[in-house]
């Protein structure tokens, strides 16, 4: 016998863009989003769908962040084992999703726990909250690959142990992250934008909308125009210096009006967008500087990560060396 936990159960705490439209079947898209709950007795069980069979998820018994089971999601409803033989007590669980939104969506269905125990109430979530904006650098694509190995394995795609993840971590901030591999402000790899996408709830849809009014963040971190480094010339016309710098002003513009109070670092790096010699981070820093002057908004600042000469997508080192420096800096601007 077991005691089944809805999701819908106040004692769940959830984090991200999450569609409740069912309450007792809220839906997860995108990288980041995650579940916590206290719970009573030795074992758990969490029960997901996922669309495609192809997300993977990361669950923490005990805030030991450093050994995760981890999920590999089948394409059906299922129950999976995540604890056993605990300790017969007090327990926290915490479910994160590790894959981007082309993986497609997990429905949440539910706890189960051990016949006749229950959740308990978890301490309040942080006050502080942060939102990143980015590509694949920011969901982590192919972080935890060796570094002989190709980026395209998802179950090695992490976006616990990216930058974003991580800096939110040290400043004890929520976390929402907003990303996409091969995204960029003016050209991706698909016929998506940043523009296109960035106020979406289901990523997949069109014409799905996000209400911004839900979760306001502190801080705000944009780290685009990676991949427009690489697609630019495939532009016709070419965009110049005075087109890019508008397009980011533009787009630095739509968070402003969502977050008139938010504090928003702009960022690149730290693949070879930031290499010596390369004018994307000063596209960014003239940008940045316009709209502050134009403005009169002391709430924006640039922050450029450096370009060490690894080749590949970041692996969890680089996270690890970024966000210590991207701490330490919204720390300084943030008197956090």
Request: with cysteine.
């Amino acid at each position: 016998m077991f005691s089944y936990i809805a999701p819908s159960d106040s004692r769940i705490q959830y984090t991200g863009r999450i569609n409740f439209s069912n309450p007792n079947a809220p839906i997860f898209y995108w990288p980041g989003t995650y579940a916590k709950a206290k719970f009573q007795g030795t074992s758990l069980l969490i029960q997901l769908e996922d669309e495609k069979g192809e997300n993977f998820y990361n669950v923490f018994i005990d805030d030991s962040l450093t050994h995760p089971t981890i999920i590999d999601c089948d394409s059906n409803i299922k129950d999976y084992t995540v604890a056993e033989n605990l300790q017969d007590g007090e327990h926290t669980v915490w479910l994160f999703r590790r894959t981007e939104g082309f993986s497609g969506p997990t429905t949440f269905l539910g706890f189960v726990l051990d016949v006749d125990k229950k959740l308990l109430p978890l301490p309040p979530k942080p006050k502080r909250k942060i939102e990143f904006y980015g590509d694949s650098i920011t969901c982590g694509m192919g972080n935890e690959c060796e570094d002989d190995e190709e980026d395209d394995d998802n179950s090695k795609h992490n976006n616990f142990l990216a930058y974003g993840a991580i800096t939110a971590r040290n400043l004890n901030a929520e976390y929402h992250c907003i990303a996409r591999s091969g995204i960029g402000l003016m050209i991706s790899w698909f016929e998506l934008t940043m523009p296109d996408y960035y106020y979406r709830l289901d990523p997949s849809d069109v014409t799905s909308r996000w209400d911004f009014s839900r979760w306001i963040p502190d801080v705000v971190v944009l780290n685009l125009f990676q991949n427009d480094s690489w697609l630019i010339d495939r532009l016709d016309p070419r965009p110049g210096e005075t087109e890019i710098v508008a397009a980011y002003m533009e787009f630095l513009q739509t968070i402003r009006q969502h977050y008139p109070e938010a504090h928003i670092f702009c960022t690149l790096g730290s693949m070879d967008a930031t290499r010596a010699g390369s004018p994307w981070p000063g596209y960014i820093t003239s940008a940045a500087e316009k709209f502050r002057r134009e403005n009169n908004d002391e709430k924006i600042y640039t922050y450029f990560f450096e370009f060490d000469g690894w080749s590949k997508h970041p692996r969890v080192r680089h996270h690890r060396k970024n966000a210590d420096e991207l701490t330490a800096f919204i720390k300084e601007k943030m008197d956090w």
